[in-house]
């Protein structure tokens, strides 16, 4: 998967609520092997931070998309 994930070479948001279980990817290294990819971690939102916190992901997609 890490190889896979070396060879995308666009702008990358990882998006991560702080409530999830899954560990932050800037901490654990997933965020490691993209070329070009940010964290965005929501607050109050859980593993499905779309679910939780849909306006704050939409801005955030927006802007990003924006660059």
């Known amino acids: 998967m890490r190889h896979l994930w070396s060879r995308i070479t666009c702008s990358t948001l990882l998006i991560r609520g702080t409530e999830s279980w899954a560990l932050d990817p800037e901490e654990d290294g997933r965020l490691a092997p993209f070329q070009n990819a940010s964290v965005a971690n929501i607050e109050g939102a859980g593993h499905w931070a779309h679910h939780d916190r849909l306006d704050m992901i939409l801005d ?4 990003h998309l924006g660059k």
């Open 60 to 63: 955030l997609v927006r802007e």
